[in-house]
């Protein structure tokens, strides 16, 4: 997984509760990607972060989720108030400086009861 | 805005065949990369490939080969002589500079029996 460590690997939550996934890619990167997986489906982007600014979020739901990139620490995605259809995986990516190619974290798979 | 897709849902093959699955995108840039990734059923992406858009030498390594045509906006990708271990989900992506994300094809379940 290229030095991205993502936790927790499963997370379930009900209806109406929060999810915060975090993301800690290794020390010196500060290129972070944020992807969903639905059932059966291919990756989507939600957003790009470089440390402390947010890049491109055009992926993101408008409400309820929300993405952070503080200068210490992991990257975290937290979705308010979740629901059925948030249920996915959440997959954090890094990219190399000078390079394209990303590489992902392991995922965490989210549940909504 | 960017499109990639994978018309190949399911591919079954039996172990020792050769398979190809296909990859057509969509892009108005100049510049852009494709790249292939493998999902296997415990779920984390792996990096397979990366291909420029000004480099259009197919490339093989090992049972693995990349034919990328810029003519028909194609970048199919090969595996001979199947393994079981092989079997897993592949996906077809997309990057351009201007874009910040990878475009991301629907994925082709590769199913290799014994």
């Known amino acids: 997984n290229a030095g991205v460590m993502q936790n927790p690997r499963h997370l379930v939550r009900r209806r109406g509760q929060e999810a915060r996934l975090r993301c800690s890619p290794m020390?010196?990167?500060?290129?972070v990607y944020w992807y969903r997986q639905l059932p059966e489906e291919g990756l989507k982007f939600m957003v790009y972060?470089?440390?402390?600014?947010?890049?491109?979020e055009s992926g993101m739901p408008k409400e309820r989720f929300s993405a952070e990139f503080p200068k210490e620490g992991p990257s975290i995605l937290r979705i308010q108030q979740v629901v059925r259809g948030d249920s996915a995986a959440y997959f954090c990516?890094?990219?190399?400086?000078?390079?394209?190619?990303?590489?992902f974290g392991p995922g965490t798979r989210l549940t909504v009861l | 805005a960017q499109k990639v897709t994978q018309a190949q849902t399911e591919i079954s093959v039996v172990e020792k065949e050769d398979v190809t699955l296909d990859c057509v995108y969509e892009?108005?840039?100049?510049?852009?990369?494709l790249f292939w990734y493998k999902q296997p059923p415990s779920g984390e992406l792996v990096f397979l490939i990366r291909?420029?858009?000004?480099?259009?030498q197919n490339e093989i390594s090992g049972r693995y080969s990349w034919n990328f045509q810029k003519s028909t906006s194609s970048f199919n990708f090969t595996i001979t002589a199947s393994q079981v271990v092989d079997s897993a989900v592949y996906f077809c992506?997309?990057?351009?500079?201007?874009?910040?994300?990878?475009?991301f094809g629907g994925g082709t379940r590769l199913m290799v029996k014994p």
């Open positions: 990516a890094l990219r190399l400086a000078n390079y394209n190619e990303q590489f």
């Open positions: 020390k010196g990167h500060s290129h």
């Open positions: 972060l470089q440390k402390e600014n947010i890049i491109d």
């Open positions: 892009t108005r840039d100049t510049t852009y990369y």
């Open positions: 291909r420029n858009s000004f480099d259009e």
């Open positions: 992506a997309l990057y351009n500079n201007a874009g910040n994300m990878l475009t």
